[in-house]
């Protein structure tokens, strides 16, 4: 009897012993796997950083404030991304203005008005636009998006056209290759992940608050208004903000249904241009000198710290609602 009663205790202290080695074992496997994504994101910056710089100093016009882009002769490099941002920012603000009333529309549908029978299906199809290329994207908007949507733009800028929005641009309207199309295309892209994260928030709306609304006579949409709206308003802005780190990134769509510009463009969604990742794209090609590759890498530079302040912004405004 004695020597069972000490053997317990000694068969807990060991157990206990093997417990803590492998939480601390889980520990350090947890830690170096998330140390990992940010030594990636440090390294990226340094490299898009060091094969910058040469280029950067070699520039003889202003980066910040240079509409010119010629990288054709080393000795007189010139290259700037005012243009670049002005239509990389302005397709996809207006890509976000177009998809984040349809995405919350569809969020609030799919969990507050649709049964369960319907709203999983929904869903789903929803989701699966994610998974379409963006090649498919891009095709699809300058062969069938495009003609379609002339008549409207024609209609904007005559009627609208004191606006700078929609000023005639430096591009023809005929065959639709401007900001317009662009950011309509975008939209369509973005609507998965602004849509998909806006239901989940809205279904984490406490129930307790919904059925005190309904307790006070409430109707459905005065239920939706005071506590489902409030509630996931926070989620909302950081799903709109992973979206336009989308729509700033794009690419290969943006690439086929822009055209380039004349002349430096304005601030008009019917003009032309290339965004920082097309204008990227389009010269890639020709990446065998050091300070021509430099100057594109500066750009692209550009966008990684641009898309990494959006999603920094988006994650500052996700916690901020796990907080409140």
Do not use: C
């Not at 060991?14 to 350090?28: E, N, P, Q």
């Not at 882009?69 to 397709?91: H, N, P």
């Not at 010269?283 to 590759?293: G, H, I, K, R």
Request: no cysteine; charged share 15%; hydrophobic share 55%.
């Amino acid at each position: 009897m004695v020597r069972r009663s000490l053997a317990k205790p000694v068969l807990t202290t060991v157990g206990a012993h093997a417990s803590r080695r492998g939480d601390r074992l889980f520990k350090m496997f947890a830690s170096a796997a998330g140390m990992t994504i940010v030594i990636a994101i440090v390294l990226i910056a340094l490299f898009l950083l060091v094969r910058a710089v040469p280029a950067l100093l070699a520039n003889n016009v202003n980066f910040f404030t240079s509409a010119e882009f010629d990288t054709s002769d080393d000795e007189k490099l010139a290259f700037g991304i005012r243009d670049l941002f002005m239509v990389t920012v302005l397709s996809s603000m207006f890509a976000l203005a177009l998809a984040v009333p349809v995405a919350v529309g569809i969020a609030v549908f799919l969990t507050q008005y649709a049964p369960k029978r319907l709203s999983r299906p929904f869903g789903a199809m929803v989701d699966l636009l994610a998974a379409v290329p963006s090649i498919i994207f891009g095709l699809w908007g300058i062969f069938v998006l495009a003609p379609q949507l002339e008549p409207l733009a024609r209609f904007l800028n005559r009627n609208l056209g004191w606006l700078f929005l929609f000023a005639r641009g430096n591009v023809s309207l005929a065959g639709g290759g401007t900001i317009f199309t662009a950011g309509v295309v975008l939209s369509v892209m973005i609507l998965p992940i602004v849509t998909s994260v806006s239901r989940e928030v809205f279904r984490q709306t406490p129930r307790i608050q919904i059925e005190a609304a309904q307790a006070l006579g409430a109707t459905k949409w005065e239920v939706i208004r005071m506590t489902v709206l409030p509630f996931g308003r926070s989620g909302v802005i950081a799903a709109s903000m992973l979206g336009l780190g989308r729509a700033l990134g794009e690419t290969v769509a943006v690439l086929i249904i822009l055209r380039a510009a004349a002349k430096p463009g304005s601030w008009s969604l019917f003009d032309g241009g290339y965004t920082f990742a097309s204008k990227i794209a389009s010269a890639a090609s020709e990446f065998s000198e050091p300070l021509p590759t430099g100057a594109y890498i500066s750009a692209g530079f550009a966008l990684f710290i641009l898309t990494f302040l959006v999603n920094v912004a988006a994650r500052a405004v996700a916690g901020g609602r796990v907080n409140g």
